[in-house]
C-alpha cells in the first residue's frame, strides 16, 4: 500500500470510472441499444445507465453516492497530511470548499439569475461539499478515530428513518423530505415537491460520507493487504445486505439506500484496491487515473460545454457521408467521450489537477 503522504493509486482510478459514467458512457450505451439488436442483456444494461423511477436501486443510481463515499476516504488521508495543522485553518478549508462546491453548484445548475421561483439552489456539488465538510468537521474533533465516526454514521441514519418513517409516507409528495424542503430549500426544488440533494439529503450523506471515512481508516489500520482486501469486501457485502432489507430511495436517501450505496462503494473499493495496490497491476487503469485525478474539472466542463454538440459541429457532416443515422449518433457519442477523455489526458501531462 502507498504511504499516507501519497496518492493511493485505486481510489483515482475508481473515481475515473465513475465519471467516465457521466461523462458520457451513459449516453454511448444508450446510442448503442437500438443497432445492438435490442437483445434482454442490452436491455438490461441500457436500464442500468438510468436512475430507477422512485424505490429500488440501479447502477446509475451509485455512481453520485459513490464520489460521496471516495470524498470521505479521501479525507482520511488528507487529515494525515494536515495533521500538523491547526485545527482552525483545517476548518476554516473544509468549510471554504464546502462553499466554493455550493457556489459551483449555482453554476452547474444552470443561469444564476437569483431569481428563486426558477433558480434552483441545491446541487450535486453542494451536496458533496456540505456533507463532507460536516463529517470532517466531526472527525477532527474527535481525533480521527474510527469507532465515534462508526457510531455517530449509525445515530445519523437511525435518526433519518425514524423521522422518515414517523413524518411521511414515503411517496414523493408526501414524504418527510418534502416537507424540510419546503421549508428550509430555498428556490426551485429539482424534482418539484422535494429535492434529491436537498437539506435532509446532505444528513444523510453525511453518513454515507463518515462510513467512506471509516474505510480510510481501515486501509490505514491493516497492514497486510489481502486482510485488507477481505475485511472490505465482508463490511460491504453486510452493509449491502442491511441496506437490502430497508426501504431503498434514492430521491430522499433513505437509510436502507445509503447503506446499500456504502456496501457496492466499499466492494468495488476492495475490488479496485486487490488489482492494482495489492497486486501491482497499474498500468492498464491510467486512462481512468488520468479521469480521476481532474474529476471536479471534467464535471463542471461537462455540464458548461456540450461535447456531443461539438463533435456534431465538428464531424457530423462526415458521419453523414458513411453512416446511417443510429451509427451516426453512436459515433457522435463516442467522439464526445473521446473528446472529453483526451482533455483530460491534456491536463494530466501537462500536470495540472485543479482541485479544491
Not at 455550493?102 to 444552470?110: A, D, K, M, P, T
Not at 447503506?259 to 468495488?268: D, E, K, T, V
Request: hydrophobic share 50%.
Amino acid at each position: 500500500m502507498e504511504t499516507p503522504g501519497a496518492r493511493l493509486t485505486s481510489l483515482d482510478a475508481l473515481r475515473g470510472l465513475d465519471m467516465l459514467i457521466i461523462m458520457g458512457v451513459d449516453a454511448l450505451v444508450y446510442a448503442l441499444y437500438p443497432v445492438s439488436g435490442g437483445g434482454e442483456a442490452w436491455k438490461f444494461i441500457r436500464e442500468q445507465m438510468g436512475h430507477v423511477p422512485w424505490e429500488g436501486l440501479r447502477l446509475y443510481d451509485c455512481v453520485f453516492p459513490l464520489f460521496v463515499f471516495m470524498s470521505g476516504m479521501a479525507m482520511c488521508f488528507s487529515h494525515l497530511r494536515r495533521i500538523d495543522a491547526p485545527l482552525g485553518k483545517t476548518l476554516r478549508h473544509l468549510w471554504g470548499r464546502a462553499l466554493a462546491l455550493v457556489l459551483l453548484g449555482f453554476l452547474v445548475n444552470g443561469n444564476i439569475s437569483w431569481d428563486l421561483s426558477t433558480m434552483r439552489c441545491a446541487s450535486v456539488l453542494g451536496l458533496i461539499g456540505l456533507s463532507g465538510a460536516l463529517a470532517g468537521t466531526f472527525t477532527l474533533l474527535c481525533g480521527g478515530r474510527m469507532l465515534p465516526n462508526l457510531a455517530l454514521a449509525g445515530l445519523i441514519l437511525c435518526g433519518v428513518g425514524v423521522a422518515q418513517q414517523l413524518g411521511g409516507d414515503y411517496t414523493p409528495g408526501g414524504c418527510f423530505n418534502a416537507r424540510v424542503d419546503a421549508l428550509l430549500c430555498p428556490g426551485a426544488l429539482h424534482s418539484g415537491s422535494y429535492d434529491p440533494e436537498g437539506p435532509f439529503c446532505i444528513i444523510s450523506a453525511t453518513a454515507l460520507s463518515l462510513l467512506g471515512y471509516c474505510a480510510g481508516r481501515l486501509f490505514l489500520n491493516i497492514e497486510r493487504g489481502p486482510l485488507r482486501v477481505s475485511t472490505m469486501l465482508v463490511c460491504g457485502l453486510i452493509l449491502l445486505a442491511g441496506g437490502w432489507c430497508l426501504p431503498c430511495i434514492k430521491g430522499i436517501w433513505t437509510p436502507g439506500f445509503v447503506l446499500c450505496c456504502a456496501g457496492i462503494s466499499a466492494i468495488l473499493m476492495a475490488i479496485f484496491h486487490l488489482v492494482i495496490d495489492v497486486l501491482g497491476l497499474v498500468r492498464w487503469c491510467l486512462p481512468l487515473r488520468v479521469v480521476g485525478l481532474n474529476a471536479l474539472a471534467i464535471y463542471i466542463l461537462t455540464h458548461l460545454i456540450s461535447f456531443p454538440m461539438l463533435t456534431n459541429r465538428m464531424l457530423g457532416g462526415t458521419w453523414a457521408l458513411f453512416l446511417t443515422p443510429e451509427w451516426q449518433r453512436v459515433a457522435n457519442a463516442a467522439a464526445a467521450l473521446l473528446l472529453a477523455w483526451w482533455l483530460c489526458w491534456f491536463l494530466y501531462r501537462k500536470r495540472v489537477f485543479i482541485k479544491l
